[in-house]
């Protein structure tokens, strides 16, 4: 399966306001950071037809799409990254603190999106799409109708029958938190996967969706105090974005 094809076509690069890239010094035009450092571009792909739908069908999520936006699926392992090196340093989180984007992940890092396989031996980037599919459809706001459309929205993206295949699966699986909670094969990979789910969620303010949460962090027994500061650097960086 070529993940290339399944996320350039989930994702277009709109880029930033000003043409502004994620990690650059504010010239327009100028491409660093994520942009730079993610090879075949993941780290400037922009949240394009698919995710919008998906992400941006309740103002909750609306924070969520700005956050893709601002570095694709790279700035998911960003996140988890840099929240998962300050709980290792014990550091407290505190949610009044401004946030930039983080940097990129290193390699050897457990983060890096090139190296890094699920416990089935699927590409990460392919799992974090499928658990904010996933976690998107929590709250049942996904009905038959928006599905449908979502289904014909991927059946345009000129993908490989392989590809197509897999996110047409996807959007017909029902919320799993189980089967979510089944794909890291570290602690590190679990904490991008809540990443992505919480992103997916939003504000996370119907009971549905703190049910799922919580289930995907008991399953994948995530401690507390990382959870902590995975939901803090979220919402700094979610702020940092939406400013």
Same mark, same amino acid.
């Given at each position: 399966?070529?993940?290339?094809?399944?996320?350039?076509?989930?994702?277009?690069?709109?880029?930033?306001?000003?043409?502004?890239?994620?990690?650059?010094?504010?010239?327009?035009?100028?491409?660093?950071?994520?942009?730079?450092?993610?090879?075949?571009?993941?780290?400037?792909?922009?949240?394009?037809?698919?995710?919008?739908?998906?992400?941006?069908?309740?103002?909750?999520?609306?924070?969520?799409?700005?956050?893709?936006?601002?570095?694709?699926?790279?700035?998911?392992?960003?996140?988890?990254?840099?929240?998962?090196?300050?709980?290792?340093?014990?550091?407290?989180?505190?949610?009044?603190?401004?946030?930039?984007?983080?940097?990129?992940?290193?390699?050897?890092?457990?983060?890096?999106?090139?190296?890094?396989?699920? %416990?089935?031996?699927?590409?990460?980037?392919?799992?974090?799409?499928?658990?904010?599919?996933?976690?998107?459809?929590?709250? #049942?706001?996904?009905?038959?109708?928006?599905?449908?459309?979502?289904?014909?929205?991927?059946?345009?993206?000129?993908?490989?029958?392989?590809?197509?295949?897999?996110?047409?699966?996807?959007?017909?699986?029902?919320?799993?938190?189980?089967?979510?909670?089944?794909?890291?094969?570290?602690? %590190?990979?679990?904490?991008?996967?809540?990443?992505?789910?919480?992103?997916?969620? #939003?504000?996370?303010?119907?009971?549905?969706?703190?049910?799922?949460?919580?289930?995907?962090?008991?399953?994948?027994?995530?401690?507390?105090?990382?959870?902590?500061?995975?939901?803090?650097?979220?919402?700094?960086?979610?702020?940092?974005?939406?400013?």
């Amino acid at each position: 399966m070529n993940i290339g094809s399944i996320l350039d076509g989930l994702m277009r690069n709109q880029g930033l306001p000003g043409g502004q890239q994620p990690g650059s010094a504010g010239r327009p035009g100028e491409t660093g950071g994520l942009a730079s450092q993610f090879p075949g571009g993941l780290g400037g792909l922009a949240a394009g037809s698919l995710l919008s739908l998906i992400l941006g069908s309740r103002a909750g999520r609306s924070a969520g799409g700005s956050l893709m936006k601002a570095g694709g699926l790279a700035v998911l392992a960003s996140v988890a990254f840099k929240a998962y090196q300050d709980w290792q340093a014990k550091q407290a989180p505190n949610p009044s603190q401004p946030a930039n984007l983080p940097s990129a992940p290193p390699a050897g890092s457990g983060f890096h999106l090139d190296e890094e396989k699920d %416990e089935s031996g699927q590409e990460i980037g392919l799992s974090l799409v499928q658990a904010m599919i996933s976690a998107a459809k929590s709250d #049942g706001h996904l009905d038959g109708e928006e599905t449908t459309r979502i289904q014909e929205q991927i059946q345009q993206l000129g993908l490989g029958s392989e590809e197509k295949s897999f996110l047409l699966d996807m959007m017909a699986k029902p919320a799993d938190a189980a089967a979510i909670a089944r794909l890291p094969k570290t602690k %590190e990979q679990a904490a991008e996967l809540y990443v992505a789910s919480r992103v997916a969620i #939003g504000d996370a303010d119907t009971p549905e969706e703190k049910a799922y949460l919580d289930r995907l962090v008991a399953l994948m027994d995530l401690p507390g105090d990382l959870v902590a500061h995975l939901d803090t650097q979220i919402g700094a960086v979610r702020k940092t974005v939406a400013a």
